[in-house]
């Protein structure tokens, strides 16, 4: 019987543990970036929001923004010391506007100036 309710504690002790608590109250997309290159991002523009994700260093992070409309992919402007780089989509005819959540997009300027993106569900 000891077993037992040891074992249901495990499984409810389990069960609150795992809970997201930040995923509550989203209401829209929740955007960050990741720097994968070796330069600091001073600032990273994503879209057409105002927000700017300032002073992301290499391996770094910015904070969360909540963006009203957003795609797997969208236009980027970086900034750093070394230049400015832009990732450029040509349209989003087909595609469809993310779903309230968490997500991040992973940036890389290659040598030749050009940025890699990669859309990551958090």
Same mark, same amino acid.
């Given at each position: ?65 909540? $963006?009203?409309?957003?795609?797997? $992919?969208? $236009? ?10 832009? $990732? ?35």
């Amino acid at each position: 019987m000891g077993k037992v309710i040891s074992f249901s504690f495990l499984i409810v002790l389990l069960f609150v543990g795992c809970n997201d608590d930040r995923d509550d109250n989203v209401t829209k997309a929740n955007i960050r970036v990741r720097n994968l290159s070796s330069i600091t991002f001073d600032s990273v523009q994503v879209g057409e929001a105002e927000y700017i994700h300032e002073n992301v260093a290499p391996n770094g992070v910015s904070g969360y923004f909540e $963006y009203e409309v957003a795609y797997e $992919y969208n $236009y980027i402007e970086i900034v750093s010391e070394t230049g400015a780089f832009i $990732y450029q989509p040509i349209d989003f005819v087909g595609e469809t506007p993310l779903t309230p959540g968490f997500y991040t997009y992973e940036l890389d300027v290659t040598e030749e100036g050009e940025v890699l993106l990669n859309f990551v569900v958090d």
